[in-house]
Nanobody, 127 residues
Framework: QVQLVESGGGLVQAGGSLRLSCAAS????????MGWFRQVPRKEREFVGA????????YYADSVKGRFTISRENAKNTVYLQMNSLKPEDTATYYC????????????????????WGQGTQVTVSS
C-alpha cells in the first residue's frame, strides 16, 4: 500500500511559477516510479510527466516540456513538480501517482499503469 498526499497548489498569474509536492508513505519510496497527471472538469485525466525510481530519468508531455520539471528526494519520500511559465490552460487539478509494478525501463504515461493516486491539488492560472 502507498499513500500519496499532494500539496502546493494555488492561484498564480500567467507567467508565474508553482512547485507541487507529493509526499508518499507506505512502501519503500525509492523502489517505484512516480507520475504526475492533471484533470479539468468533463475531460479525461492528462499525463504531465513521470520520473523513475532513482530520479535519473524523466519523461514529459509535449504540452509541458521545457516548462515543467519533475524531481524527487527519496530520503524525504517526496516527488516534486516545478511548474514555470504557467499558462491559463495549465489550470487543473494535479495528481501524483505511483507505479509500483513497473518492471520496465520505460516510464509509463497511461493512467492504468499507475496503482496508487493522491487526492489532487488545484492549480489555477489567471490571465
Amino acid at each position: 500500500q502507498v499513500q500519496l498526499v499532494e500539496s502546493g497548489g494555488g492561484l498564480v498569474q500567467a507567467g508565474g511559477s508553482l512547485r507541487l509536492s507529493c509526499a508518499a508513505s507506505g512502501r519503500t519510496f525509492s523502489s517505484y516510479d512516480m507520475g504526475w497527471f492533471r484533470q479539468v472538469p468533463r475531460k479525461e485525466r492528462e499525463f504531465v510527466g513521470a520520473i523513475n525510481w532513482s530520479g535519473s530519468r524523466t519523461y514529459y508531455a509535449d504540452s509541458v516540456k521545457g516548462r515543467f520539471t519533475i524531481s524527487r528526494e527519496n530520503a524525504k519520500n517526496t516527488v516534486y513538480l516545478q511548474m514555470n511559465s504557467l499558462k491559463p490552460e495549465d489550470t487543473a487539478t494535479y495528481y501524483c501517482a505511483a507505479d509500483v509494478n513497473s518492471g520496465s525501463y520505460y516510464l509509463a504515461r497511461a493512467e492504468y499503469a499507475y496503482d496508487y493516486w493522491g487526492q489532487g491539488t488545484q492549480v489555477t492560472v489567471s490571465s
